[in-house]
């Protein structure tokens, strides 16, 4: 557990003369308005903060801690409630129309949002939440109010920040709005703890957005290592998807936007075939995943790209695909390729690595936590094509080397259990409810 975590922990329990010094929630209203647990991730705004929240809600369960997760229904045959597992309950709230909306359209529906979880809150007795966890800035803003009107505390997790996305765009892409800087700015403030996936993404909530350090604590995403591991090993999971046992395969998974940068492979992968031309009889490069935010404008674009650079016959673009054949895919693949502009995590790293793959990522945000350079994959400084090809050519020459690294990569996913990362999480509620009955009792004293 990080530095961050035990400190708060110490801070709470010592406490002069505090009553239930220890005191965990027995129920959390866990906030996601934007993206619903039950949406396969790599579909619209779906990823890895929709696995996130589903696998820490079912390991809060496990150690006693009910979950509540309100989500925006998107379909009107969905129930109002449906059980996820047992302790663990997502609400679909009505706010606004169920199709066609933009995350971008989002903020004007916050209201709508807010009132259906005050309306849910109304047919219980008061306290029934103890705690309120938000997650990404639009429920961050529903979580702000809820916890005051509830008398409770606000856990928040920001997932990404406008002020750090905005500091490096890809070519083309479009900026965050001032009215999400605002907001964020806003919650940051009013949360009692602010929870980051990494000491990088801690020094960036103080350093953007003058967070007070003592709010801050640093929980890594964990990766389920039971799904998610290296299994009957790559030729039998080539042998299940179709792929050719001996070709060198660069695999890129996730949301096809700017940002992933998925172009920066196609480019790499253009290069390493003008100069090695004998190649182009065993690569395939499978692109697993569909278009998201600003990639929607183009949904097409990465095909024509691919087209454009003459190497349309190698790539081979699949839908995006559940989890336990995304674990094939990983399995399959020589190395996970992650050009990303900005990573608050890059949980795919992780979950790549869990299943016995190296990964070939860019050296922002956690990913230099997720990939231990040179020993479970390697960092590209930038996002230069011809430094990714480089590395590719190293796979292509190498044939051991997938193997190498990727034996040291699933040793290395294992420190990043569910199971730890909940444990973790649960030390930073009982630390902000401390914090939070302090505040309260300040106030009234």
């Known amino acids: 557990m990080s530095?961050?975590?035990?400190?708060?922990?110490?801070?709470?329990?010592?406490?002069?003369?505090?009553?239930?010094?220890?005191r965990r929630p027995r129920r959390v209203a866990m906030l996601s308005v934007h993206t619903s647990p039950l949406h396969q991730p790599g579909t619209g705004d779906a990823g890895g903060m929709n696995v996130y929240i589903v696998e820490l809600a079912q390991r809060l369960a496990a150690i006693n801690i009910e979950v509540e997760i309100f989500t925006r229904a998107t379909t009107a045959a969905l129930p109002p409630a449906v059980e996820l597992a047992p302790g663990v309950l997502v609400r679909h709230v009505d706010a606004g129309p169920y199709e066609g909306l933009?995350?971008?359209?989002?903020?004007?529906?916050?209201?709508?949002?807010?009132?259906?979880?005050?309306?849910?809150?109304?047919?219980?007795?008061?306290?029934?939440y103890d705690l309120v966890h938000s997650h990404y800035w639009l429920s961050g803003h529903v979580g702000w109010l809820a916890a005051q009107r509830w008398g409770a505390p606000l856990v928040h997790a920001m997932h990404t920040m406008a002020k750090?996305?905005?500091?490096?765009?890809?070519?083309?892409?479009?900026?965050?709005?001032?009215?999400?800087?605002i907001g964020e700015t806003q919650i940051v403030a009013a949360a009692d703890r602010l929870i980051a996936n990494?000491?990088?993404?801690?020094?960036?909530?103080v350093r953007h957005y003058a967070a007070d350090p003592g709010k801050v604590a640093v929980v890594h995403p964990g990766v389920n290592l039971e799904r998610f591991r290296p299994a009957d090993g790559r030729a039998a999971a080539r042998a299940r998807l179709g792929l050719p046992q001996d070709a060198l395969i660069p695999l890129f998974a996730g949301r096809i936007q700017p940002l992933k940068a998925p172009d920066v492979l196609l480019r790499a992968v253009a290069l390493l075939l003008d100069d090695r031309p004998e190649l182009r009889s065993?690569?395939?490069?499978?692109?697993?995943?569909?278009?998201?935010?600003?990639?929607?404008?183009?949904?097409?674009?990465?095909?024509?790209?691919?087209?454009?650079?003459?190497i349309a016959d190698v790539v081979r673009f699949r839908p995006p695909v559940g989890q336990d054949q995304l674990a094939d895919w990983f399995r399959a693949a020589s190395v996970l390729v992650m050009p990303s502009y900005s990573e608050s995590f890059g949980l795919v790293a992780i979950e790549a690595q869990a299943a016995g793959t190296p990964v070939l990522a860019a050296a922002v945000g956690g990913l230099p936590v997720a990939v231990r350079d040179?020993?479970?994959?390697?960092?590209?400084?930038?996002?230069?094509?011809?430094?990714?090809?480089?590395?590719?050519?190293?796979?292509?020459?190498?044939?051991?080397?997938?193997?190498?690294?990727?034996?040291?990569?699933a040793r290395h996913a294992e420190s990043f259990g569910w199971d730890a990362a909940a444990s973790a999480t649960a030390a930073v509620y009982t630390a902000a409810m401390g914090a939070h009955r302090r505040r309260v009792r300040a106030h009234h004293g």
């Open 3 to 22: 530095q961050y975590v035990s400190r708060l922990g110490r801070r709470s329990a010592a406490a002069p003369r505090l009553r239930l010094p220890h």
């Open 102 to 128: 933009a995350k971008e359209d989002l903020p004007a529906q916050l209201c709508a949002f807010t009132h259906g979880v005050m309306q849910a809150w109304a047919g219980h007795r008061p306290g029934y």
């Open 164 to 181: 750090v996305k905005n500091a490096s765009l890809a070519e083309g892409d479009t900026p965050e709005p001032a009215a999400r800087v």
């Open 198 to 205: 990494t000491s990088e993404e801690a020094g960036e909530l």
């Open 282 to 310: 065993r690569i395939v490069v499978p692109v697993v995943g569909g278009p998201s935010g600003s990639g929607l404008a183009k949904p097409e674009g990465l095909q024509k790209l691919a087209a454009r650079l003459g």
């Open 374 to 409: 040179r020993l479970t994959g390697f960092l590209v400084q930038g996002h230069d094509p011809a430094g990714y090809a480089r590395v590719l050519r190293d796979f292509a020459d190498d044939p051991q080397l997938s193997t190498r690294l990727g034996r040291a990569a």
